[in-house]
């Protein structure tokens, strides 16, 4: 009789495989140094507390929250993480997963937006590169890592409104429960401004 896999585990598992493409994103969005999944219509499909050793990474806070908007056959999710921790320095990271039924090719450079109750908010990584595969059913799925800073975190955690941008072309929103997700995210994962590390960046 098989045993039933904890979902922390399997979300932590997949965190690690993702790992080592996030850690080379594209750093210049001045960060503090994310697959598809089944959820739909913004609400939040896996909502992970508190700390996990794998390998000697700590990995904390994890919020992965499918976007509402996408055309027929497609899913993408927005997944909010913190990596490290105070002693050796702590990353968050906006990593998209998407899956449809052709490839996005996520470029370097800027192919990732969100306009935050108006305001426009860039980010900037290297691309899907190398994080491109077709799945058992014969679809695209490819993921792209983003660094995002704290302030920029709580900003979006703040928002009323959020519309998302993907290589320009893909238009997407934040449902209810995506919203609810990232607030989680940042109660949980960011340091309290003026505590310590660069929590008021």
Request: hydrophobic share 45%; proline share 5%.
């Amino acid at each position: 009789m098989s045993k039933k896999i904890p979902l922390a585990v399997v979300a932590a598992a997949f965190l690690l495989a993702l790992w080592a493409g996030c850690a080379t994103s594209d750093r210049s969005s001045g960060p503090d140094k994310a697959g598809g999944g089944s959820a739909a219509g913004g609400k939040a499909g896996v909502d992970m507390a508190g700390r996990d050793e794998l390998e000697g990474l700590t990995v904390q806070g994890f919020s992965w929250n499918a976007l509402d908007g996408a055309p027929a056959g497609v899913k993408v999710h927005l997944t909010a993480l913190q990596m490290g921790d105070a002693r050796i320095g702590r990353r968050f990271v906006l990593m998209v997963a998407y899956v449809g039924p052709d490839f996005l090719f996520l470029q370097p450079g800027e192919t990732l937006v969100l306009v935050v109750d108006g305001e426009r908010l860039p980010f900037r990584g290297l691309g899907s590169r190398n994080r491109r595969e077709i799945t058992a059913k014969d679809l695209a799925r490819e993921t792209a890592c983003y660094d995002v800073t704290p302030a920029q975190l709580r900003r979006i955690a703040a928002a009323q409104d959020v519309e998302v941008l993907l290589q320009k072309t893909l238009r997407l929103r934040f449902g209810p429960g995506t919203l609810a997700g990232f607030r989680d995210f940042a109660r949980r994962a960011l340091p309290r401004p003026g505590k310590g590390g660069d929590g008021g960046k």
